[in-house]
């Protein structure tokens, strides 16, 4: 059986995975424009959501390595911002592995769906990272920070924000011209919702109620953020990994550490640990498993890195579909 014929029929998307530069899987299905039946074809630019942090933890590496920022700079040294509780002294490295403690903006734990966060304040006016701060700036630290790990949107904020006061550029300019420019991802972007460029897809929220689709337009920040957002294509990621791997972006020692587990307790085996901007699955067998992913509403995206056979595989959904089962299948047969 072909992996192509593993996949869930009923999944909507691209599927792209490849091994030393050979196609072994390339899918794609669904429509990217529902109501006008256009289909996604491998050229869709699609919404990845918290995938983009990976983007930013590169970044900020690329920074450290200029010797502009250090892993030990704190918040208070860095940024002009009114902290009021949060802690001045949070470190880069902490922002970086999810270990700040500094107020989530969307806390997981606590909230379920990422669309509550617009029912008092317009997701429309999410154009910049600073237009985020209202949502967690008065709020208390989670926790002493340093002192455990929980995944954190906010930390990833101020890192974007970081980038921006120490270039004098806004992060995702920087992140075009120092990343995206570089590695040939000259589809991938930070578009707003209400000015898309050609080839993206809608992304779908089925409503039980009334039996259809809704698009999210009114569920996710108008534009991405440090905290995510990037539209993408699966070829672009896959040009990501290899000039990442190859050491185009960052030296091979930081690579390796991006690559390593930095933070988490691997509780959950499957989610793992957390390197820089990469989840970290734990391989007693060989060299640990490296993958990023994004969920919000319409959206669910995963790719996945094995250096012990070389494989890159990228799954995307604009309808929300189950990527991460989608990614289990491929792991059951080429791992």
Not at 48 to 54: C, E, L
Not at 117 to 144: A, G, V
Not at 186 to 204: F, I, M, R, V, W
Not at 255 to 269: C, E, F, H, I, P
Request: glycine fraction near 8%; proline fraction near 3%.
């Amino acid at each position: 059986m072909s992996l192509a014929e593993m996949m869930d029929k009923s999944f909507r998307g691209n599927v792209y995975i490849v091994q030393n530069h050979k196609v072994l899987c390339q899918q794609t299905s669904g429509f990217a424009d529902l109501s006008n039946e256009i289909p996604n074809t491998i050229e869709t630019r699609f919404a990845s959501a918290s995938a983009g942090k990976v983007f930013v933890a590169t970044g900020t590496l690329q920074l450290i390595e200029q010797g502009l920022i250090h892993f030990d700079d704190t918040l208070g040294k860095l940024l002009d911002i009114p902290f009021n509780q949060i802690d001045r002294d949070v470190t880069v490295k902490e922002l970086l592995t999810h270990t700040s403690g500094v107020p989530d903006y969307f806390d997981e734990s606590v909230m379920e769906e990422y669309e509550e966060l617009w029912t008092d304040y317009p997701n429309y006016k999410i154009r910049h990272n600073s237009d985020l701060l209202p949502l967690f700036i008065n709020k208390p630290m989670m926790y002493p920070k340093g002192t455990k790990f929980q995944y954190n949107n906010s930390g990833y904020v101020l890192l974007a924000m970081i980038i921006e006061k120490v270039t004098g550029m806004y992060f995702d300019q920087y992140l075009k011209e120092k990343i995206f420019d570089i590695c040939g991802m000259t589809s991938t972007g930070y578009y707003e919702l209400d000015k898309l460029p050609s080839k993206c897809a809608n992304h779908y929220i089925y409503c039980a109620d009334t039996n259809d689709y809704r698009t999210n337009i009114f569920s996710v920040d108008v534009k991405g953020t440090g905290a995510g957002g990037a539209f993408i294509t699966v070829k672009d990621i896959v040009s990501f990994w290899t000039h990442l791997l190859n050491g185009t972006l960052l030296s091979k020692s930081s690579v390796s550490d991006m690559l390593s587990k930095q933070s988490g307790n691997g509780a959950d085996r499957e989610e793992g640990y957390y390197g820089y901007g990469l989840w970290i699955i734990d391989n007693p067998d060989g060299r640990d498993i490296a993958y990023f992913q994004g969920c919000d509403p319409g959206v669910s995206f995963i790719s996945e890195y094995n250096p012990n056979n070389g494989i890159i595989s990228v799954l995307v959904s604009n309808y929300g579909d189950n990527v991460w089962k989608e990614m289990r299948k491929i792991r059951e047969a080429l791992y």
